[in-house]
């Protein structure tokens, strides 16, 4: 008998079976090119194989049914695997290798790609690891290789399993590329080997990581300390590209008169928070990498409305909703208090402006789009969305600041709200940093 797929096509059991193998050739293909986009693809692609084989599709009394990966080895032969993870236990610590995950073995750099299938015909092989060898000439041969090898000549292991090092060092390049585009020349970003050792030195962090990346948080941003020049470039590029002046209101005006004399990390009713002084003096504490924040967040993070249904991933983490008021959202969401928010810290400004200028530039600098009235800018920076910094305040000031990108106008408009006040599109969204 047929079965019907998620796209309510027809297919036997063989053409399904031919169409799943299909799928995981592409998706180890594309998670090869360890480029975000290919990552999305594969992303998309993992989950049709996912439906494609969905348990309510198979008969109960048939074993599941899974896909194999053809994949050369160094002296020509063939060898099929499965793109399954694998752990290992070294230095009282256990690594865990993801399909695409890479190390050093015997000091030279490797990625791993799934074990050897039982349906290979050489059954000594059967479970064994299998790795590509000369990454950085390319790769396109493997090895098969004894799990002791890895316990006892394995190094340097990158345990995320979306934020590869290859992934690391292209948004990099892209937040160089950004911040040279909008005139901001001097920011002074880290280089790949200290970001990439600065984010695996630590393995509370990596254990956060393995967590968050799962919930989401995939986007690495690299924000400067300093945020007026950040505004002030950014406003020079929209009025170039057809947008309006910005709006700054007297919060906003206080804080880029002295920069010095704001507070992050706030918590709210206490007299509490840091200043950039501070956090330049102790950089490790905050984040903080060669003078720049770095951090992950959601590469969308469109606000859900409070009447509107809940947004859950696949973790059983609910998206944060608009509509409580500054204190409700630090008890709810970065207290600590529910693990499925563990790590995250409400943005500060300059991780949003960050964030916004990537999202400017990807939509009109790179391509030179113009922003007039003929030219939809709804979908630049979720723009139907308000972003509170609740860590964020000004002495001596009551409100804190928010910001959002105003489509109509095709304006950037910075204001504040009391803390003690409440919008349904008035809510903070979510970092992750190393540590603060």
């Known amino acids: 008998m047929p079965i019907q797929n998620s796209a309510d096509e027809f297919l036997s059991p063989e053409e399904k079976e031919a169409r ?27 989950q049709e194989l996912e439906r494609l084989f969905a348990p309510q599709a198979i008969p109960e009394n048939e074993p599941e049914l ?19 993870n694998f752990s290992i236990q070294k230095d009282s610590k256990t690594h865990n290798l993801f399909p695409g995950s890479t190390f050093k073995l015997s000091g030279v750099r490797v990625r791993f790609k799934g074990l050897v299938d039982t349906t290979d015909p050489n059954t000594e092989n059967h479970n ?38 290859e992934v690391i060092e292209q948004q990099l390049a892209a937040w160089q590329t950004v911040y040279n585009e909008i005139g901001l020349t001097e920011v002074n970003l880290p280089s790949n080997e200290a970001l990439l050792a600065y984010l695996s030195d630590n393995q509370e962090f990596i254990e956060l990581m393995q967590r968050k990346e799962q919930q989401g948080f995939t986007q690495m941003v690299i924000a400067p300390l300093k945020i007026k020049d950040m505004i002030d470039k950014l406003n020079t590029a929209i009025k170039a590209h057809g947008g309006t002046d910005q709006y700054l209101s007297d919060t906003w005006k206080e804080m880029l008169k002295d920069e010095t004399k704001t ?31 770095v951090s992950f967040v959601e590469p969308r993070q469109n606000i859900v409305k409070r009447d509107e249904p809940d947004v859950t991933d696949p973790t059983g983490r609910k998206a944060i909703k608009g509509g409580l ?4 959202y630090q008890d709810k969401y970065f207290s600590g208090a529910d693990p499925n928010y563990q790590g995250e810290q409400a943005m500060i400004p300059q991780e949003w402006l960050a964030s916004f200028a990537a999202d400017l530039y990807n939509k009109y600098l790179k391509d030179n789009r113009q922003m007039d009235a003929s ?27 928010y910001a959002y990108w105003n489509s109509d106008d095709r304006q950037l408009y910075f204001h504040d709200y009391g803390p ?13 940093r190393k540590k603060s």
């Open 20 to 46: 799943g193998i299909l799928l995981a050739q592409e998706i180890t293909a594309l998670r090869k090119e360890n480029t975000q986009e290919s990552q999305e693809v594969a992303i998309a692609k993992a």
């Open 66 to 84: 899974y896909s194999t990966t053809e994949l050369t080895l160094e002296d020509g032969a063939h060898v099929l695997i499965r793109p399954e």
């Open 263 to 293: 507070h992050y990390f706030v918590n709210l009713g206490q007299d509490q928070g840091s200043t950039i002084s501070q956090i330049q003096a102790k950089p490790e504490d905050f984040g903080v990498l060669n003078g720049c924040f």
């Open 128 to 165: 064994k690891p299998v790795i590509e060898i000369d990454i950085a000439a390319g790769g396109g041969l493997h090895q098969i290789i004894e799990p002791a090898t890895i316990e006892i000549e394995g190094s340097d292991f990158w345990s995320w399993e979306k934020l590869t090092p």
């Open 325 to 328: 008021n500054a204190q409700a």
């Open 375 to 401: 030219t939809p800018v709804t979908n630049l920076m979720d723009a139907a969305t308000v972003t509170w910094f609740t860590s964020t305040s000004v002495p001596g000031r009551g409100d804190l600041p």
């Open 420 to 432: 003690a006040s409440s919008s349904e599109l008035l809510a903070p969204r979510p970092s992750v």
